[in-house]
């Protein structure tokens, strides 16, 4: 096997880089995560049961996505980030403290979306530039599930 390439048979320099990038989207979605588990716990009101539940599905997962990413990164040959202090001093998602209104933990969902749909798109050119498949497909997978999602989610708020 060549010298400039990994494990894997991809370039070596293509893979650090995204690395870099899959470690910036792994950081917000652990705060995504995070964000989704307070929704959870402090929702109240008249939607109580309907949006408890799909903040315990939203978490799970996210949970798996970050496994899934985590997992790419060390397939790829480099180390993933593993600190919430690494996790908020790049994650571009904010932590979102004591929401309980159903409505504002929505939009909050939404802007999370905002923030990791770029940065997919980012790396499913990237990982297509490289002919990177693992980390393409997995990046068309979650593009897919949260183009779907932004419509449902904006359809609640009447957006």
Not at 25 to 48: D, P, S, V
Not at 58 to 78: F, M, P, Q, W
Not at 125 to 144: F, Q
Request: charged share 25%; no cysteine; hydrophobic share 40%.
């Amino acid at each position: 096997m060549a010298s400039n390439l990994n494990l894997i048979g991809l370039d070596k320099k293509a893979s650090q880089e995204l690395s870099e990038k899959l470690n910036e989207l792994l950081a917000n979605y652990q705060i995504f995560y995070m964000n989704a588990r307070g929704f959870h716990w402090n929702i109240k009101g008249e939607k109580f049961f309907e949006l408890h539940m799909k903040f315990e599905e939203l978490y799970n997962d996210s949970l798996i996505k970050v496994d899934e990413i985590a997992e790419r990164i060390l397939t790829l040959g480099y180390t993933p980030l593993h600190t919430y202090a690494d996790y908020s001093s790049l994650s571009k998602i904010k932590a979102a403290k004591n929401i309980s209104n159903g409505k504002e933990a929505i939009q909050k969902i939404l802007e999370g979306y905002e923030v990791l749909l770029p940065l997919e798109r980012e790396l499913l050119e990237m990982s297509g530039d490289s002919n990177d498949e693992g980390t393409n497909a997995l990046m068309s997978d979650y593009i897919r599930e949260q183009e779907k999602l932004i419509w449902m989610y904006s359809a609640y708020l009447n957006q």
